[in-house]
Structures are given as C-alpha cells and as structure tokens.
C-alpha cells in the first residue's frame, strides 16, 4: 500500500508548507538569464554615465606617470609600492562601476528569491561523489536545455553583433581618416547601439526563461493526493480522529444541556421543530435565560424529557424561532422579547397556582 501511495502522480498545487519547505531546502524559482540582464544592463548604464568621468581620471592618471616617470623607483621595493599606487588608485576610479554590478547583481537575485540564506544546498551528499549520479547529472534534461540555451544565446549575440558591425562598416571606413575626436564618440555610438539590441534580446531571453524556470518549479514541489492527507496528518492530526473527538465534545454537551433541563420552569415549542427551555430565578440572574435548545429530535428530546418532570410545555412558533436564533445555551433573553417572555411565565405562574389550589 504504500508502494503506491508513493507512486500516485503528483497533480495537486504544493501547500504552503511544502513551498515552505523547498525554500528552506534552497528549492526556488530563480533563472540565471535575469542576473546576466541585470549585471549587463547596469553595466551598459554606469559606462554611459560614468564612462567620461572614468576616462578622464584614466587619462590624468596616465599623464600623470609618464609626466613623472623619471621619478620612479623600479627596484623591487619600489616596483611594488609603484604597483599598489597604481592598484588603489585604478579601484578608486572603477569603483563606482564595480559597486553599481553588484548591486545590480543583488537586485536581480532578490527580485526573484527575495532574502533567502540555506547552507542546506552546500551540505555534503555522497550522490554528489557518486559517478554515476554525477553522469546522470551531466547527461540531464536540465543539463542539456542549460547548454543549448548558451549555444543559442552565443549564436545570436555573434548574429547581432555581426549584423551591427555589417552595417556600420562603410560608415567606419569613413571615419578612419577622422580627426579621434570625432571618431572616438562615433564608435561609443555604435558600442551602445549595439549594447541595446544584446539587452533587448536577454530581456526576452530573461522573461521566457524565469516563467520556464517557474514552470518547473511548480511542477516539481507538486504533491499527491496521499502526500497532501499526510501532511494534514502531520499537521493538524488525524482528520477522523479530530472527528471522533469533535463527536465525543458535541455529545458531552448535548449531555449537559439535557442535565439543566429538569431546572427548566417552561419550555417554549414551535410546536415540532423548535424546543427552548427557560429558567428564571431573580437571585441568580435580573433575567429568564436559556438552559437548553433544540431542533428536530433534540427538540424532541427536549419535550419529553419536560413531561418526564412535569414541566409545562407553551406553544408560541415566533418565540420559540427568535429564541433559537438568537440565543445560546446561559444567554440572557434579549431586552426586546422580555415582554413576550414575561407574558409565558404569567401563564407558568398561573398554571402552578392553580395546581397548589387544586391540591388543597
């Protein structure tokens, strides 16, 4: 049986708890395509708008060295404080750039998986050193789509890259003759021109890949039907027994109202479907409230238990309807049917001072 409890197909949407537990396990819908866009597309960005100041520091640091290169200490001690010179100086001018990939490379990391840490994915597993596991890993079908999609995305930017390129040649034989200064921006031009159709093609690559991406994800922390009443199990317990003690709770109060109905002084009927037994004593409350209800056989129930202690019995269908809506088991009438209440135990009244003057 349980054989194939565990080979029932898995067709039902995972539960939060198993979404959970996947994301605790480092499972998430992630696609690499969107890192690359979004690292490419800050890259694009900040050379665009840092790209002059980075040249111009660039240059004066150039000019700066060869203006002063007379200066320079090239034994081994001064090589290598000449090389950490030129190492902090060059972090300081690609800096910005550098923190602006980062950033971006965070960003489209949590955009998908928002803020998630699992050392999980890192433990050691020994299907990991396994050689077979290792060469079903590699020969996979996610293996295998992972690198014909590089091979596509090579084929097209070497496509697009060629086409620009293609296009712009008579232009740029043109320009060899140009003073640099012209040349130089002309080529920035094309650079960037060429920049936006490479992003404009890993933005449909980014989007198609992160909905297959999804796609798999859900297919993959999909459950069974079985899987499903398991976890209900683990979680909540045993549907049938929460039952049971559900059952067993109703009973015990179904008992105790039956208990106070013998303290009843009137039960109000409908006169077959509805029973609603009322007490009122002034010492213990201002006013009558209920001490037990019924519909159908409760009702029933109800009745006959009154007649088995002489309780008398009023036939008022509206009453006994407002009552059961309105009131549970030790609630107080409400104000608005005091009257109607006090009018029954007028009658109850009555009927008992007679009974005391009969048997006299």
Not at 230 to 239: A, I, S, Y
Request: charged share 25%.
């Amino acid at each position: 049986m349980a054989s194939g409890d565990d080979s029932e197909e898995r067709t039902e949407d995972a539960t939060p708890r198993q979404r959970e537990k996947a994301r605790d396990e480092g499972r998430v819908a992630s696609s690499r395509e969107v890192g690359t866009l979004a690292v490419l597309s800050a890259a694009t960005f900040g050379i665009y708008y840092l790209g002059p100041y980075m040249a111009n520091r660039m240059s004066m640091l150039l000019i700066y060295f060869f203006e002063n290169l007379s200066d320079i200490d090239l034994s081994k001690a001064g090589a290598v404080l000449l090389l950490q010179d030129v190492f902090f100086r060059v972090l300081i001018i690609i800096g910005p750039l550098m923190l602006l990939l980062v950033v971006a490379s965070l960003a489209g990391y949590l955009l998908q998986v928002g803020f998630l840490i699992s050392g999980k994915p890192l433990q050691p597993k020994l299907s990991r050193i396994n050689p077979i596991q290792g060469a079903k890993r590699v020969f996979s079908t996610h293996m295998l789509s992972e690198t014909l999609k590089s091979i596509f995305k090579f084929l097209v930017v070497v496509w697009v890259s060629w086409s620009v390129f293609e296009s712009i040649i008579p232009a740029a034989c043109e320009l060899m003759d140009s003073d640099p200064t012209t040349v130089f921006p002309a080529y920035l031009i094309i650079g960037f021109r060429l920049a936006g159709l490479i992003l404009l093609f890993l933005l449909i690559m980014a989007v198609s890949d992160y909905a297959f991406q999804r796609w798999q994800f859900e297919k993959s922390i999909r459950m069974s039907r079985y899987e499903i009443k398991q976890e209900l199990k683990e979680t909540e317990g045993d549907p049938q027994i929460k039952a049971r003690v559900r059952s067993i709770r109703q009973q015990q109060a179904r008992n105790r109202m039956m208990a106070e109905v013998p303290h009843a002084e009137v039960i109000v009927t409908n006169p077959t479907h509805y029973s609603i037994a009322l007490r009122y004593d002034p010492s213990e409350r201002e006013a009558p409230h209920v001490v037990a209800k019924g519909q159908g056989l409760m009702a029933l129930r109800i009745r006959e238990i009154a007649q088995e202690h002489e309780i008398p019995l009023y036939e008022e269908p509206w009453l006994a309807r407002q009552l059961y809506r309105t009131c549970d088991i030790g609630d107080t009438v409400p104000v608005d049917l005091w009257q109607a209440v006090a009018k029954v135990l007028a009658y109850v009244r009555a009927l008992d001072r007679k009974k005391v003057m009969v048997g006299v």
